[in-house]
């Protein structure tokens, strides 16, 4: 009789939906399901909604064989009590117990961390970061998410909470970002951020193909929307994306000027969107970087693609993933 398959439900949690899927100890994709994150209503909204797109997977007959949960959110978590401290794109949710509900409700061993830690996990086991030691992950999607792999081990700092890269401010005297400081890259990068200076600009050229996909609607105008315009070739839409790209690459300088990876992989939904200006951010480092390897670091686009924190949310509980996460616990308190 064949042996059963290792498979993992992994759930990533964003400012504006959720994904989960079942996923096998290859790191493999079997099947997926999304629903609509309610974020700025009640806490049990907020679950209503992780536990709609799970409910959806485990429908799927293939699910008989899920052996475990894992779960990953943006923002500051406690993996070890499997507790989501705060997360600025997830307000419905303060000290909340997630990993506890989620157990309690499905009756499976469940997990929880950190997106961009977990995303750099799957790259760094499976994906684009495979056969390199030291690796900085970039998760660009609602906001913007950082892991950092340092000698084939996650770094999380004194605490854990290392890896906020997101929220490097890069303008002091630029907007207020929603976690209480000034001029992050997040307010300028991001998929929020793409939206909002899209909605500011429309106005200033009523023919843009942004505002023909969202029905004439200034309000209805998401990053989705602009790089959908792009593609069409929308003037407005490519400079748009083009001023994201150039605070990229001002803090990618810095990066790498403070760590010199080996390799930067970016992720994320609007990761693979902003794929096709790679090229242009390296030409930037020429003179934002005053690294002499800037120009040796690959710049490359996450193998998983906007599913790498779902990967690593699975690989929670997957054999290799947690030799991997206990590997970088171990390292961490050594310190």
Same mark, same amino acid.
């Given at each position: 009789?064949?042996?059963?398959?290792?498979?993992?439900?992994?759930?990533?949690?964003?400012?504006?939906?959720?994904?989960?899927?079942?996923?096998?100890?290859?790191?493999?994709?079997?099947?997926?399901?999304?629903?609509?994150?309610?974020?700025?209503?009640?806490?049990?909204?907020?679950?209503?909604?992780?536990? &709609?797109?799970?409910?959806?997977?485990?429908?799927?007959?293939?699910?008989?064989?899920?052996?475990?949960?894992?779960?990953?959110?943006?923002?500051?978590?406690?993996?070890?009590?499997?507790?989501?401290?705060?997360?600025?794109?997830?307000?419905?949710?303060?000290?909340?117990?997630?990993?506890?509900?989620?157990?309690?409700?499905?009756?499976?061993?469940?997990?929880?961390?950190?997106?961009?830690?977990?995303?750099?996990?799957?790259?760094?086991?499976?994906?684009?970061?495979?056969?390199?030691?030291?690796?900085?992950?970039?998760?660009?999607?609602?906001?913007? =998410?950082?892991?950092?792999?340092?000698?084939?081990?996650?770094?999380?700092?004194?605490?854990?909470?290392?890896? $906020?890269?997101?929220?490097?401010?890069?303008?002091?005297?630029?907007?207020?970002?929603?976690?209480?400081?000034?001029?992050?890259?997040?307010?300028?990068?991001?998929?929020?951020?793409?939206?909002?200076?899209?909605?500011?600009?429309?106005?200033?050229?009523?023919?843009?193909?942004?505002?023909?996909?969202?029905? =004439?609607?200034?309000?209805?105008?998401?990053?989705?929307?602009?790089?959908?315009?792009?593609?069409?070739?929308?003037?407005?839409?490519?400079?748009?994306?083009? &001023?994201?790209?150039?605070?990229?690459?001002?803090?990618?300088?810095?990066?790498?000027?403070?760590?010199?990876? $080996?390799?930067?992989?970016?992720?994320?939904?609007?990761?693979?969107?902003?794929?096709?200006?790679?090229?242009?951010?390296?030409?930037?480092?020429?003179?934002?970087?005053?690294?002499?390897?800037?120009?040796?670091?690959?710049?490359?686009?996450?193998?998983? =693609?906007? &599913?790498?924190?779902?990967?690593?949310?699975?690989?929670?509980?997957?054999?290799?993933?947690?030799?991997?996460? $206990?590997?970088?616990?171990?390292?961490?308190?050594?310190?």
């Amino acid at each position: 009789m064949p042996k059963a398959e290792h498979v993992v439900l992994g759930v990533d949690i964003g400012g504006t939906k959720v994904a989960a899927g079942l996923i096998n100890a290859a790191g493999e994709v079997l099947f997926t399901a999304r629903r609509r994150m309610l974020v700025n209503k009640s806490a049990e909204d907020g679950l209503r909604s992780v536990t &709609e797109a799970i409910e959806a997977v485990l429908s799927s007959r293939r699910a008989r064989a899920v052996t475990g949960i894992g779960i990953s959110v943006p923002g500051w978590v406690d993996s070890q009590r499997g507790v989501l401290l705060s997360a600025t794109n997830l307000p419905c949710w303060r000290n909340y117990p997630l990993a506890e509900k989620i157990q309690q409700r499905y009756k499976l061993p469940t997990r929880l961390a950190n997106d961009a830690n977990v995303a750099a996990l799957a790259e760094a086991v499976w994906g684009a970061g495979v056969g390199y030691r030291n690796l900085f992950y970039v998760s660009l999607g609602t906001g913007i =998410g950082t892991g950092l792999v340092l000698q084939d081990r996650l770094y999380y700092g004194r605490t854990g909470a290392a890896g $906020e890269g997101g929220h490097m401010t890069i303008d002091f005297h630029g907007p207020q970002c929603a976690c209480g400081k000034r001029g992050c890259i997040e307010m300028y990068a991001s998929g929020s951020a793409i939206g909002a200076r899209a909605r500011h600009l429309v106005g200033h050229s009523p023919r843009t193909r942004i505002l023909e996909l969202a029905e =004439g609607k200034t309000a209805a105008i998401t990053s989705e929307i602009v790089g959908r315009a792009a593609l069409d070739g929308d003037a407005l839409a490519n400079e748009i994306l083009r &001023e994201a790209a150039d605070y990229l690459s001002i803090w990618l300088a810095d990066i790498i000027d403070l760590l010199e990876p $080996e390799v930067i992989v970016i992720g994320g939904g609007l990761g693979e969107l902003m794929g096709s200006f790679f090229n242009y951010i390296r030409g930037r480092l020429e003179t934002s970087s005053i690294s002499p390897s800037r120009q040796q670091i690959p710049i490359l686009s996450a193998l998983y =693609g906007a &599913e790498s924190s779902l990967v690593g949310s699975a690989a929670l509980c997957l054999p290799r993933g947690q030799v991997w996460m $206990e590997r970088s616990r171990k390292s961490a308190r050594a310190r």
